[in-house]
């Protein structure tokens, strides 16, 4: 090529970046008073669309077939086609993504714990948009490989042969598209959303990530559990925000049989009706066991709003009756009995233990006969 012509392709690029950089002006200055999908294109598509717009330029003003070498035309030829798909594959992605991102947006200002709706749609549409991106990509690199001669036959397969590729793919991948189909399961039945609370094999943590593949918790201590998506679709899981944000929580006491029941539960009422954590739905106190060491089991309950107001709720709760018990009933505070009595072999088992915890048809006298045992009766 001569000079004039590396000049035309310089001034085509040059053009078409500018024609970029322009529309950048636009949505960032203009557009983004009115259009919502400004900001998210401009965002998104800062470097795709110059991308995009580069090779653009350069297949405008490529010079021609009669203007090169046949075999240097087609080297170039080939290279500007992958570079064609692949960048205007981009740009496509990224659009994709800025749309949906809008929609993310304006659900994410209104997605409170309490609304399951826009946490469901979020869900849903952050994996249908991984999903389209996946297929996406692979027809991208389908075309790219029908423009090989020697794996033609193969891009071509890929295209028609879907059921072919289903079987292959089934085997070779059958745990990635278990997880696949899990992902779609658990976001369109509405199972799982994102930021819902979940208790997973012991760990407490909220969703922070659902892909097509993993699911990813924030435990409590900020932590990070990744869990394959089909754990969730085959094994039982705790959800505390499938209906709504609202939860009960309890505080177990187990005290001596000494404890008044009824000053307790007027003090725990007292204590949970002034707290700000409180949600006004109930609150309660029963004595739910009695436990093989001796001691009485209570249970007060409590109502919250969601599921951290529920655990600070509790340990204020907790901590308070432990200071009330200590300082006004510390006679209810939990205790073993041991019974201590003083027997002489002289004396008879019934005038130390008149009452005997245990029946006897038989009684020890300490003497009578030559054996010490006379009937019950004393005769």
């Known amino acids: 090529m001569d000079l004039t012509q590396w000049i035309m392709i310089g001034v085509a690029v040059a053009v078409s970046v500018l024609v970029v950089t322009v529309m950048h002006w636009l949505l960032t200055h203009q557009l983004s008073k009115v259009w919502t999908v400004a900001g998210p294109l401009v965002q998104r598509c800062r470097y795709s669309a110059y991308a995009a717009a580069a090779v653009v330029g350069v297949n405008i003003a490529r010079p021609s077939r009669n203007e090169m070498d046949a075999q240097v035309y087609d080297v170039i030829d080939h290279a500007l086609i992958i570079a064609m798909i692949a960048a205007l594959t981009w740009l496509a992605l990224s ?65 028609a042969s879907a059921g072919l590729l289903s079987v292959v793919a089934g085997i070779a991948a059958q745990s990635v598209l278990g997880n696949l189909f899990a992902g779609l399961q658990l976001a369109f039945s509405d199972s799982l959303r994102l930021n819902d609370i979940v208790v997973f094999e012991g760990e407490w943590g909220r969703v922070e990530e659902l892909s097509l593949t993993n699911v990813t918790l924030r435990l409590w201590d900020e932590r990070r559990l990744v869990l394959p998506v089909s754990h969730f679709t085959t094994n039982p899981f705790e959800n505390w925000t499938k209906q709504g944000t609202s939860i009960t929580g309890w505080v177990m006491l187990r005290l001596d049989w000494n404890v008044p029941i009824e000053q307790i539960r007027e003090e725990i009422g007292a204590f949970v009706t002034q707290h700000p954590l409180w949600d ?74 008149p009452d005997p915890a245990f029946p006897r048809s038989r009684s020890y006298t300490g003497g009578h006969g030559s054996n010490g045992v006379t009937d019950g009766d004393g005769e």
């Open 95 to 159: 659009i994709a993504y800025a749309i949906t991102d809008t929609v993310l947006n304006k659900l994410a200002h209104t997605n409170g714990d309490a609304d399951r709706r826009a946490r469901r749609l979020q869900t849903q549409v952050r994996l249908v948009r991984r999903t389209v991106a996946t297929i996406i990509g692979f027809v991208a690199f389908a075309a790219i490989m029908l423009t090989f001669d020697a794996v033609r036959g193969l891009g071509a397969g890929m295209l």
């Open 280 to 353: 006004g739905r109930r609150w309660g106190l029963q004595a739910t066991d009695i436990l093989d060491g001796g001691l009485v089991e209570l249970r007060a309950v409590v109502t919250v709003p969601d599921s951290d107001a529920r655990w600070d709720l509790c340990c204020e709760l907790r901590e308070h009756m432990i200071t009330y018990i200590q300082t006004n009933f510390p006679e209810a505070l939990p205790r073993n009995r041991t019974e201590f009595s003083t027997f002489d072999g002289d004396d008879a088992y019934a005038a130390v233990l």
